[in-house]
């Protein structure tokens, strides 16, 4: 038999069902593979920020957080559920009691939330115990994870290159087999850019599919969880777990149907669109080169692929790096050194307190996002900026339905290059931003979109994205499904 770690999530869940392999003996090699990873410390990949069993840091902690860690249960106590004991990996943003939920950055250096977010317990209800928590840009913003404080994660398919972000580690962490499915956020492609890069399926729902509850919120008209997975039956599988409306998010919708196992071979009769405006100028040749190969393949299982417009796509990114900042000031405003994390020692008053605090423990791009925000929403200028934001992600959306009355899905490569190297974008934010080209245009829409790996260019992965209507996902599922079986992508490269 293979090693349990080269079975994908579902082949794991069937392999514990039949008796072949227990529960047990994943978690343990998993396990042994993520601690390796954080022990190795420069030396490994730096996809967690905290594994299974390690004592949490109690840095930064509060009189009244100092609760016993959870005892994280056994991972046979899962018999008989959904999942089976298949572990999982979580980005540090989603809070898990009795482990820390830092959201990337100091100002949260060892805080233990005294709760679980929603998606978090539905799925340890269904079977997947808490393996670690992952690496990520400091509150999410950002595109390689170079933004977190606790130092980059590298690329498994080429350590000298930026895995993606914002959820850099857990993307880095499936490619690298070091866990075996990962929850990611994504706010303006979070999820499908490191997928993109690091060549592996990375899926974001609907916006309102997924419960935000517990999710260190960045921009939350935005934010979406979802699954990183080795391949679109697993992402499929766990977002069937993670969907549902909750009573404690007020922006969560019940999901329509059923989340069901992709199965389609064929696309006879797909009308997959293509937007002129997001799959060509600004893309990288050899991204474009696996992204036609992919469309040729798609025309070969049957699809219609026709060229389709999205007149106001090229205004996408000018009113994300609007919206985005503006509710990320709003929702930074509570880490103020009084109730969370970092305090800032010896201040002299309350005012110089807060300033302190949120000076030594905010990096670089957060500050530079929470001052865009407060000056956009300022009073002289809310209507020219946010404003104006606003009605540009309106005529968005109407783009896409429009689009949507003359096919099915819209096709178009994830992100504009291949992984880069460290270091080579952080000095120039607006290139950096630039690599959410592709993926912002549904996060404003709040429509869904996968990334799958399509080929490689320079040896390294190219990521196809396919969007729908809202509540699509079954038939994004399935055409990512027929895709990925027929282009044959092989990511056991990028296995440490
Ligand atoms: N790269 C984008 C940003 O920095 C998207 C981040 C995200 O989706 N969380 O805002």
């Not at 990873?37 to 949490?56: H, I, K, Q, S, Y």
Request: charged fraction near 20%.
């Amino acid at each position: 038999m293979s090693e349990p770690h080269e079975l994908t999530a579902a082949q794991a869940v069937e392999a514990i069902a039949a008796g072949s392999l227990s529960a047990a003996e994943l978690f343990d090699a998993y396990h042994a593979r993520a601690a390796a990873d954080r022990a190795a410390g420069e030396g490994g990949l730096n996809c967690f920020t905290w594994v299974a069993g390690e004592a949490p840091s109690r840095a930064g902690m509060r009189v009244g957080e100092s609760r016993r860690p959870e005892s994280f249960r056994k991972p046979d106590a899962f018999a008989g559920t959904a999942l089976h004991g298949v572990p999982l990996a979580v980005k540090d943003l989603f809070c898990t009691e009795g482990a820390p939920s830092q959201s990337g950055s100091r100002i949260l250096a060892g805080y233990q939330p005294p709760y679980t977010a929603t998606v978090v317990a539905r799925l340890r209800r269904a079977g997947t115990p808490l393996l670690a928590k992952t690496n990520q840009d400091e509150f999410a913003m950002g595109s390689s994870t170079e933004n977190s404080a606790f130092g980059p994660t590298l690329n498994p398919w080429d350590r000298e290159r930026v895995p993606g972000g914002s959820s850099g580690g857990s993307a880095a962490a499936v490619a690298a087999g070091l866990a075996p499915w990962a929850l990611g956020t994504d706010t303006g492609g979070s999820i499908r850019q490191p997928a993109a890069l690091c060549g592996i399926v990375g899926l974001k729902p609907t916006y309102g599919a997924v419960s935000r509850y517990g999710m260190i919120a960045f921009a939350s008209s935005l934010d979406q969880a979802g699954p990183l997975t080795r391949d679109v039956t697993d992402a499929a599988l766990l977002l069937g777990h993670m969907v549902g409306r909750d009573p404690c998010d007020a922006t969560s919708l019940g999901f329509p149907h059923e989340i069901l196992a992709p199965s389609a071979e064929r696309l006879d009769g797909l009308r997959l669109g293509v937007p002129e405006e997001l799959s060509g100028e600004g893309i990288e040749a050899g991204v474009l080169d696996a992204f036609a190969a992919a469309l040729a393949g798609a025309e070969a299982l049957g699809a219609r692929i026709e060229p389709v417009r999205l007149p106001h796509a090229a205004h996408a990114l000018s009113a994300y790096y609007v919206i985005a900042p503006a509710e990320a000031s709003s929702n930074l405003a509570r880490f103020d050194g009084v109730r969370y994390g970092l305090r800032a020692a010896d201040a002299e008053e309350l005012i110089d307190m807060y300033t302190r605090t949120r000076h030594d423990g905010f990096g670089a791009e957060v500050k530079r996002r929470i001052m865009l925000g407060t000056y956009v929403l300022s009073s002289g200028y809310y209507d020219a900026y946010y404003g104006r934001a606003q009605r540009v992600r309106t005529k968005i959306a109407e783009d896409f339905r429009a689009a949507f009355a003359h096919v099915d899905l819209l096709v178009t490569p994830t992100a504009p290059s291949v992984a880069f190297r460290l270091g080579e974008k952080t000095a120039d934010p607006l290139s950096m931003y630039l690599n959410d080209f592709c993926t912002v245009p549904m996060s404003l829409a709040g429509i869904p979109a996968i990334s799958i790996p399509c080929g490689l260019s320079e040896g390294l992965p190219v990521g196809l994205q396919l969007a729908g209507p809202a509540f699509s996902e079954n038939r994004i599922l399935d055409a990512a499904y027929a895709l990925e079986q027929s282009l044959g992508f092989d990511g056991a490269h990028a296995r440490v």
